[in-house]
């Protein structure tokens, strides 16, 4: 079985195990994606409205 990294980063991101400069090395080591950096981002935002 093959890890979600997005889910992963997204689930330690939104409980504040990681910030932004961890999910930022993910992207430089391509287990995700810049735009699913940038939905993981807007997700945090959308959690504090």
């Known amino acids: 079985m ?3 990294w997005f889910e992963k ?7 504040g195990y990681y ?3 961890e999910v930022n090395k993910f992207v430089k ?3 995700i994606t810049q ?3 940038n939905e993981i981002f807007k997700a945090k ?5």
């Open 19 to 21: 910030g932004v400069e």
């Open 2 to 4: 093959a890890i979600d």
């Open 9 to 15: 980063v997204k689930e330690y991101y939104l409980g």
């Open 35 to 37: 735009e699913q950096a």
């Open 45 to 49: 935002e959308e959690e504090v409205e």
């Open 29 to 31: 080591l391509k287990k």
